[in-house]
């Protein structure tokens, strides 16, 4: 490809086809809104509904402009800035609108939203959290009224009946996990008035790239109650006394761990075992196990609150309510910590974020930072990125990094930074990696005198109130990732604007530059003054990338600053591994997830046939000839089917449990066919293939099973008292996605080594 193919092919370079034609439009656009304002609140709604009937979509587009424009400032008294209509035509064109942060993306998500729904279109409006979801849609409500579109939200508090009756609303609110879930719910449903998600339409995706990027490989789980999973406690003791760098070795990047030969010899010892042969099932649980002491830090990746494990997200900085590991991995974390395993449940049905997203027939977004992840979303999602300009030109000062050679000296930078511009009464927003570290920040401030407000995942319950106060002069907050917050910072008095405006303290810098826009963008909203610059060390987890980094400790001078332009390039360079790896693993989860995904919707489409049409009851009658007919003659054919439909649905959902348990198990360990010198991915998918081919044969035979002692009445078959008894309970969660691809390779170099 050429180089003026790829400059018209980079993401972004389609916007002109999107919204270029509203620059001749304007002129028409303020003459319709002025005709508009004219109209009654009742000639308004009467309006809305007949823009998209008639007229050319440029025309369409052009009216409905207009009449947002003035429904917006009559019903919220914010008249929309002609970027907040540009974002508006981008989302009704189907893709992702890059707009900075403050530049009002929650209005421009209920216009779009709107007008999908004018046009017979369902819509859900999907956010990273049940809080905003329905903070978002009280909001916008009497803008939707005015336009005569009918709104609902959802969360997780919700009862069934409530949910079922949000979505019949042609605007639905809800975190993306709550829709999630609630589609894998309805997976269950024997009659159509259990569904609780009738249709996937048209989503718009709040933090569009946080959602489909980072999150995309996340699995939503469904589970049944089952026995609980216990971790082998006698092996968490035994690795807690292992010592780093005689018995096992971590990776340079902090991804790995394995054992070492002293290690193994160690460990085969003290239990009489032979890891590599015969006991390889107790490799397996010291492999948990060890990824969970060396690899696994408590108050960066998971917090304990109330004698529970709860994970931190990574891209939020808060509490991830309703996620785990994997079984194996939480049990092992939970016996470190010394406390009681949590249930599990078996797995009754599971997807990928990816998976849910893509499952809707339009695909379309907001975010602050699309243009760093315009490829990805291009190739997972086939969706372009229409950036932007803002209302008023940024004048933020975003100043080079500060680069030092230890942490210590680093966050004594930080407070020496944080001391100098207080005192002139700046207010100042640190933004840090992890909980461990804003409260070690926090407790050098207050030894040095300096009161500050600290936002992290173990008390974010006076979130909005530090966040609107921040902006106030003299203020300082210190915040673990502030992604998905939902808030705007905003400079709350004069001092602070003569002060220099709100300053942004990166505490390091994120696996991904987009979070550090993210942080950015917290200065400089809307034409404000501001500021921002990272400080990162050598010791930062993002440095360990570039093991080659520490030989420049000995150009810090007596703070610790490196002033060496390489070592800053190695920062930089740190960070595109880190997002090069994170593309790969993505590119990884949707390769392994892709052939689970099309037999599931093979298997819900044989499930919809059996409830609506009775498909598979001919070939029960054909294997049971004389038990039906006699069924038939005494309560009749339809009781019959009805029966018959029950026992083949349970089957069919009991046979796809044990089918997912298998690809689960199957994907676990196979990067060892490596050790055969077969392709993992090939093996993968050669092996589910061959698996699946029995599926419905299986279901048939476990039917038929099912049915020969049965008894039917003329209230149809008592399910549990033949044996097939669903789970009395269900939850969902979220679990990360495969943990142990690139240690599984360092074991089998191990192996091969033996």
């Not at 589609?183 to 933090?207: A, G, T």
């Not at 998976?355 to 999602?381: H, N, Q, S």
Request: aromatic content about 6%; some cysteine; charged content about 30%.
């Amino acid at each position: 490809m050429g180089f003026l193919s790829r400059l018209l092919n980079r993401p972004g370079a389609q916007a002109e086809k999107s919204i270029g034609w509203l620059e001749k439009a304007w002129p028409q656009i303020d003459t319709l809104a002025e005709e508009y304002a004219e109209l009654s609140d009742e000639a308004i709604a009467v309006k809305a509904a007949d823009i998209f009937t008639s007229g050319s979509r440029q025309e369409q587009l052009r009216q409905y402009a207009a009449l947002v424009r003035e429904a917006a400032d009559r019903a919220l008294d914010e008249r929309p800035y002609n970027s907040q209509i540009q974002g508006l035509i981008g989302l009704l064109d189907g893709s992702i609108v890059q707009m900075l942060t403050g530049e009002g993306k929650t209005l421009v998500g209920a216009m779009a939203a709107a007008g999908y729904a004018l046009q017979g279109r369902t819509v859900h409006v999907v956010s990273v959290n049940d809080y905003l979801a329905v903070r978002d849609r009280n909001w916008m409500k009497p803008l939707f009224d005015l336009l005569g579109v009918e709104s609902a939200s959802i969360s997780e508090a919700d009862s069934d009946g409530t949910r079922r009756q949000s979505y019949g609303a042609e605007v639905v609110y809800g975190a993306v996990t709550e829709i999630g879930f609630d589609v894998l719910r309805d997976r269950f449903i024997v009659d159509d008035d259990e569904i609780r998600v009738p249709s996937r339409d048209v989503v718009i995706v709040d933090e569009a790239d946080s959602v489909l990027i980072d999150e995309a490989r996340v699995p939503l789980v469904l589970a049944g109650s089952t026995e609980v999973q216990d971790a082998d406690e006698k092996i968490a003791a035994l690795v807690t006394n292992l010592e780093p760098g005689l018995h096992y070795d971590v990776s340079d990047d902090k991804q790995a761990v394995s054992l070492s030969d002293a290690g193994v010899d160690h460990i085969e010892e003290l239990l009489d075992a032979d890891l590599f042969g015969e006991d390889a099932q107790t490799l397996a649980a010291i492999n948990l196990a060890l990824y969970a002491e060396a690899l696994v830090k408590r108050d960066v990746d998971y917090l304990i609150v109330d004698g529970q494990v709860k994970l931190i997200s990574g891209s939020r900085g808060r509490v991830a309510d309703l996620q785990r590991w994997p079984d194996g991995l939480q049990a092992a974390v939970e016996a470190k910590e010394k406390l009681k395993t949590t249930e599990s449940g078996e797995i009754l049905d599971q997807m990928t974020v990816e998976e849910f997203i893509r499952g809707y027939e339009t695909v379309c977004g907001m975010t602050g930072t699309a243009l760093a992840v315009g490829d990805d979303l291009r190739e997972f999602y086939d969706l372009e990125i229409v950036p932007v300009e803002p209302h008023e030109k940024v004048i933020r000062d975003d100043e080079p990094d500060r680069l030092y050679t230890f942490q210590e000296s680093k966050e004594r930078a930080i407070v020496e930074e944080v001391d100098e511009q207080h005192a002139n009464g700046r207010p100042v927003l640190i933004g840090t990696r992890s909980v461990a570290e804003s409260e070690s920040l926090a407790a050098r401030l207050r030894e040095r005198g300096i009161s500050c407000q600290v936002l992290n995942a173990k008390d974010d319950s006076r979130e909005a109130e530090i966040i609107a106060e921040a902006g106030r002069s003299g203020a300082v907050t210190v915040s673990t990732q502030m992604a998905g917050r939902g808030t705007d910072i905003r400079l709350v008095d004069e001092k602070a604007v003569e002060a220099g405006g709100l300053l942004v303290i990166g505490a390091g810098r994120y696996p991904s530059s987009r979070l550090d826009d993210q942080l950015r963008g917290r200065a400089g909203r809307q034409g404000d003054p501001g500021s921002s610059v990272f400080f990162t060390s050598l010791e930062d987890e993002l440095m360990s990338r570039v093991p080659e980094a520490k030989r420049f400790v000995e150009e810090g001078d007596e703070t610790g600053h490196i002033a060496n332009r390489r070592a800053a390039q190695l920062v930089e360079h740190a960070q595109r591994m880190s997002e090069g790896h994170n593309t790969a693993v993505h590119r990884d989860t949707w390769r392994f997830n892709h052939l689970m995904k099309q037999q599931r919707e093979i298997v819900l489409g044989k499930r919809d046939r059996i409830r609506k049409e009775h498909s598979g009851a001919d070939e029960l009658r054909e294997r049971l000839p004389e038990q039906t007919e006699a069924w038939d003659e005494k309560l009749g054919s339809a009781v019959v089917d009805d029966a018959l439909r029950d026992v083949l649905l349970f089957q069919l959902d009991q046979r796809w449990v044990e089918h997912l348990a298998y690809l689960n198990n199957l994907r676990e360990g196979i990067h060892l066919r490596t050790l055969a010198k077969e392709r993992p991915h090939e093996a993968f998918n050669t092996e589910s293939i061959q698996a699946f081919d029995t599926f419905w044969p299986d279901v048939l035979d476990a039917a038929t099973a099912a049915l020969e002692d049965a008894e039917i009445t003329g209230d149809g078959i008592d399910l549990p008292s033949h044996g097939m008894k669903r789970p009395s309970s269900t939850w969902t969660y979220l679990t990360t996605e495969s943990t142990f691809g690139s240690d599984i390779e360092t074991v089998v170099k191990r192996a091969r080594g033996r």
